[in-house]
């Protein structure tokens, strides 16, 4: 049975930092391209930052660039997003994708809230 289990999340004060992680099982993890979405209250969820599954490339969307970088551990089977200099707008349920071909697989979400 695949399993993406998300953590890391919480309540931090603006320009604070925070990092996820995402782990694996059941799936050849290593295979796989990994995501991290997040979906604010009343909003669609929207792509946040994605890395290949070798870890060589990663793709940030604008509003998180240069704050925000993906990693992996193929490993250890675990995904990471460090995120730094948080602002209450990135205030949303995260979640973790893994992909290939056709197989799709989401974790449960994690919360982050950034407020003072």
């Known amino acids: 049975q695949v399993q993406l289990v998300e953590s890391g999340g919480g309540l931090v004060q603006p320009g604070g930092s925070l990092r996820l992680s995402c782990a694996a099982s059941?799936?050849?993890?290593?295979?796989?391209?990994v995501s991290w979405y997040r979906q604010a209250p009343g909003k669609a969820r929207e792509l946040v930052a994605t890395?290949?599954?070798?870890?060589?490339?990663?793709n940030n969307d604008g509003s998180v660039k240069g704050r925000f970088t993906i990693s992996r551990d193929n490993a250890k089977n675990m995904a990471s997003l460090q995120m730094n200099s948080l602002e209450p707008w990135d205030t949303a349920m995260y979640y973790c994708?893994?992909?290939?071909?056709?197989?799709?697989?989401w974790g449960q979400g994690t919360q982050v809230t950034v407020s003072s």
């Open positions: 890395i290949d599954s070798a870890g060589s490339n990663t």
């Open positions: 059941g799936l050849t993890f290593s295979r796989y391209v």
């Open positions: 994708k893994a992909a290939v071909a056709w197989n799709k697989y």
